[in-house]
């Protein structure tokens, strides 16, 4: 179980997308042994074409993507953690980077083929979020989340982190469930990495909502 209030645990989290954001990939690196950018990495093999990703912390992901040529927009809610991602790119001219928020996108409908989404905070469970992930997507555009990062529980170091992250995030058994936006079912999947397994969850559209993007506002 979680022994954090999850109070608390919000109020820390806000403070590291905010005054805090950067040491957010120190972070991320150091308490999960290097595997966070395995774990986001793990979103790239599912998606093609036009790609938006939601809540994109300091674009680390994206980074990686446009080095691969994907055609990639990327949107925090966080000032600070979009000045972060716009450094990340400097001196060469930032790509496609917006301050937005997921629950009211600044995008027309059926605009992008997939939306990625890693380590969702609440967002991703507020139903205006839900809605409007399935507004922009084509009718055949699908949704990557990587829900969650577990690691190994290998030697003293990664047992204690493992144990660490259970009191901060909750036990495994309690890893987040969540549901999938209206007219998408979810596949999961666990994607394992050197030290740890990813949850990757990837959304489609059921057939019956297979309908042109206008009609799904
Ligand atoms: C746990 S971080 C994940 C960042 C990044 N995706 C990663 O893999 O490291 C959650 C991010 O979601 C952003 N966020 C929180 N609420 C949001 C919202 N309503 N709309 C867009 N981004 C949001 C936060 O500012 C933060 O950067």
Not at 49 to 78: M, N, Y
Not at 137 to 152: K, M, Y
Not at 166 to 177: M, R
């Given at each position: 179980?979680?022994?954090?209030?999850?109070?608390?645990?919000?109020?820390?989290?806000?403070?590291?997308?905010?005054?805090?954001?950067?040491?957010?990939?120190?972070?991320?690196?150091?308490?999960?042994?290097?595997?966070?950018?395995?774990?986001?990495?793990?979103?790239?093999?599912?998606?093609?074409?036009?790609?938006?990703?939601?809540?994109?912390?300091?674009?680390?992901?994206?980074?990686?993507?446009?080095?691969?040529?994907?055609?990639?927009?990327?949107?925090?809610?966080?000032?600070?953690?979009?000045?972060?991602?716009?450094?990340?790119f400097h001196p060469l001219a930032p790509p496609a980077?917006?301050?937005?928020?997921?629950?009211?996108?600044?995008?027309?409908?059926?605009?992008?083929?997939?939306?990625?989404?890693?380590?969702?905070?609440?967002?991703?469970?507020?139903?205006?979020?839900?809605?409007?992930?399935?507004?922009?997507?084509?009718?055949?555009?699908?949704?990557?989340?990587?829900?969650?990062?577990v690691l190994r529980p290998d030697g003293p170091l990664?047992?204690?982190?493992?144990?660490?992250?259970?009191?901060?995030?909750?036990?495994?058994?309690?890893?987040?469930?969540?549901?999938?936006?209206?007219?998408?079912?979810?596949?999961?999947?666990?994607?394992?990495?050197?030290?740890?397994?990813?949850?990757?969850?990837?959304?489609?559209?059921?057939?019956?909502?297979l309908a042109p993007a206008e009609d799904l506002r």
């Amino acid at each position: 179980m979680r022994l954090l209030p999850l109070r608390l645990v919000r109020w820390l989290f806000e403070l590291l997308y905010g005054p805090l954001a950067p040491t957010y990939d120190w972070v991320s690196r150091v308490f999960f042994l290097g595997q966070w950018a395995h774990w986001q990495r793990a979103a790239l093999s599912e998606v093609s074409g036009r790609v938006l990703e939601v809540g994109a912390g300091t674009g680390a992901l994206q980074a990686e993507a446009v080095r691969r040529g994907l055609d990639w927009v990327a949107l925090d809610r966080s000032p600070a953690m979009v000045r972060l991602a716009r450094q990340r790119f400097h001196p060469l001219a930032p790509p496609a980077l917006l301050l937005a928020d997921a629950t009211a996108l600044p995008l027309k409908a059926g605009q992008v083929d997939w939306v990625v989404s890693t380590f969702p905070s609440e967002y991703i469970v507020a139903p205006a979020t839900g809605k409007e992930l399935a507004r922009v997507l084509r009718p055949d555009g699908g949704i990557v989340v990587v829900l969650a990062g577990v690691l190994r529980p290998d030697g003293p170091l990664g047992w204690l982190l493992d144990q660490l992250h259970q009191l901060v995030l909750g036990s495994h058994g309690q890893l987040p469930s969540l549901p999938a936006p209206p007219g998408f079912s979810w596949q999961p999947r666990w994607v394992a990495s050197p030290r740890g397994r990813a949850l990757v969850l990837v959304g489609r559209r059921l057939e019956r909502s297979l309908a042109p993007a206008e009609d799904l506002r």
